[in-house]
């Protein structure tokens, strides 16, 4: 019986028999009778629209008439695969209903405007997302640890008495090579930290402005710093950056409203979930 089951014959003629008895059905002289499909005028101005917004004209008679017939088709195509059942444990199917019932729950988070007190309350609450970030204008002169070993402290010390009695002087002719520039302006915070460091952007916010100061530390070795400019972070007024508020408010609506709308889904249910440990530990 085994070797009969494996047979590629004995799976030819059952999905012979199989396809001759659904078309069977399909065909019977007793065959349920058809079923309506209503293609309403608002169902053919939506075809229509979506047709004009990709080709930017409306569609003719005949275009009008192939999208009415493609919505036919599909609307018994989608029928027809519901009965058999198609539609039951297709991941890409489950996915799509999710992204359709996610977007009703933000349709319910857009129901209305912003008011002038939610945006400077969302601003006020999240000044982490908003907050105008520290900028500096310097110079640096970087002084290898490699390259000047035991000599590095003595080094930087008299480099930066030169500097300070000459501030005019050029920057390219003292020093060692780096492949980061000298010179920086209106440089944000964040990226001194990317190019030098953590430790070095923190130096720089604490030293005094408009002379050399250092040596520095950063991730390279030591620097030589002329601090020229220090525009100090701040919150920024709402007029300065409302759009940039009402996108992050609006936003945080969307999730707040959807959990609040997959909780009182959840409510209606009774989750249960079976698991056996030693399925789990055994991978």
Not at 20 to 40: H, M, Q
Not at 115 to 126: C, D
Not at 229 to 253: I, S
Request: hydrophobic share 40%; proline share 5%; glycine share 6%.
């Amino acid at each position: 019986m085994n070797r009969l089951a494996r047979e590629p014959l004995v799976h030819f003629l059952l999905l012979g028999a199989l396809l001759f008895g659904a078309y069977s059905a399909l065909n019977r002289k007793d065959a349920a009778p058809p079923e309506d499909i209503v293609v309403t005028n608002g169902r053919i101005e939506t075809l229509a629209a979506a047709f004009a917004k990709v080709w930017q004209r409306p569609p003719t008679e005949a275009e009008l008439k192939t999208l009415i017939d493609g919505y036919v088709k599909e609307e018994i195509l989608s029928r027809e695969a519901k009965k058999l059942g198609l539609d039951q444990d297709d991941t890409v199917i489950r996915r799509r209903l999710q992204q359709k019932m996610e977007f009703i729950g933000q349709d319910l988070a857009m129901s209305g405007e912003p008011t002038e007190a939610e945006l400077s309350e969302f601003l006020a609450a999240h000044p982490d997302l908003f907050a105008l970030e520290q900028r500096f204008d310097f110079r640096q002169v970087f002084l290898n640890p490699e390259r000047r070993g035991d000599r590095l402290d003595a080094d930087a010390a008299a480099l930066l008495e030169s500097l300070r009695r000459d501030p005019a002087a050029d920057l390219a002719e003292v020093g060692d090579p780096l492949l980061l520039p000298q010179e920086f302006a209106d440089e944000p915070r964040r990226s001194v930290e990317a190019q030098f460091g953590v430790e070095f952007a923190a130096a720089l916010a604490r030293s005094e402005t408009g002379g050399w100061s250092g040596p520095i530390r950063s991730s390279y070795g030591a620097h030589l710093v002329e601090i020229r400019h220090r525009t100090e972070g701040r919150l920024p007024a709402l007029d300065e950056v409302r759009d940039q508020v009402k996108r992050e408010l609006l936003n945080a609506r969307r999730v707040e409203t959807n959990q609040k709308f997959l909780d009182a889904l959840l409510a209606r249910y009774h989750v249960t979930i079976r698991r056996d440990p030693a399925a789990a530990n055994s991978r």
